[in-house]
Antibody
Framework: QLQLQEAGPGLVQPSVTLSLTCTVS??????????WGWIRQPPGKRLEWIGN???????YYNPSLRSRVTMSVDTSKNQFSLKLSSVTAADTAVYYC??????????????WGQGTLVTVSS | SYVLTQPPSVSVAPGKTARMTCGGN??????VHWYQQKPGQAPVLVIY???DRPSGIPERFSGSNSGNTATLTISRVEAGDEADYYC???????????FGGGTKLTVL
């Protein structure tokens, strides 16, 4: 059974880099037909796509976040990661990782992790 | 960037039909996906590519898409269907996935 689990600090200080990891179990992150993505949801607000990564390292980022986002993949650990730099209170959100069963932007997000709340505060 | 508009709330009695809309410019030319999110839980894909159901999603859930409006329909609504529902598309102009603001379905 496919499972995705986010991990990272629940509290980060303003201006630092937020780092999260998503561990995939029940499937290989190296399956050729999948991308793997990050999505966030600020409290009381709509979902926001952050970006996605292929197991070869190919990435696509939300244009509004591109200057601050870096994604990477570790196939040996079946994990992929998110780094978001220069965070502010506006980056406070529940961060989700998800599987994307397709190689185009039109593909849906078919399995999601439970999400992890990251609060940006001093 | 592309904007998806959803009504904030829809209410329906058990056993009736709930219809939730997602408006966007020429959305009928895009593939629309729908997600169900219950409080404190991750979103679940309930409809993809306008009208297809993932494995495990009841046939009571259906979708349509034409013109400037996509619609998620839930027939024979149950108490367990109470949740927030989000529509989502790919905007090729800005190269990003876009979500609607969500509709809260209340089962009376």
């Amino acid at each position: 059974q496919l499972q995705l689990q986010e991990a990272g600090p629940g509290l980060v200080q303003p201006s630092v880099t937020l780092s999260l990891t998503c561990t995939v179990s029940g499937d290989s992150i190296s399956v050729s037909s999948y991308y793997w993505g990050w999505i966030r949801q600020p409290p009381g607000k709509r979902l926001e796509w952050i970006g996605n990564i292929y197991f070869t390292g190919i990435t696509y980022y939300n244009p509004s976040l591109r200057s601050r986002v870096t994604m990477s993949v570790d196939t040996s650990k079946n994990q992929f990661s998110l780094k978001l730099s220069s965070v502010t209170a506006a980056d406070t959100a529940v961060y989700y990782c998800a599987r994307i069963p397709g190689l185009t932007g039109e593909a849906p997000l078919d399995f999601w992790g439970q999400g992890t709340l990251v609060t940006v505060s001093s | 960037s592309y904007v998806l508009t959803q009504p904030p709330s829809v209410s329906v009695a058990p056993g009736k039909t709930a219809r939730m809309t997602c408006g966007g410019n020429k959305i009928g030319t895009k593939s629309v996906h729908w997600y169900q999110q219950k409080p404190g839980q991750a979103p679940v894909l309930v409809i993809y590519d306008d009208s297809d159901r993932p494995s495990g999603i009841p046939e009571r859930f259906s979708g349509s898409n034409s013109g400037n409006t996509a619609t998620l329909t839930i027939s024979r609504v149950e108490a367990g269907d109470e949740a927030d529902y989000y529509c989502q598309v790919w905007d090729s102009t800005s190269d990003q996935r876009v979500f609607g603001g969500g509709t809260k379905l209340t089962v009376l």
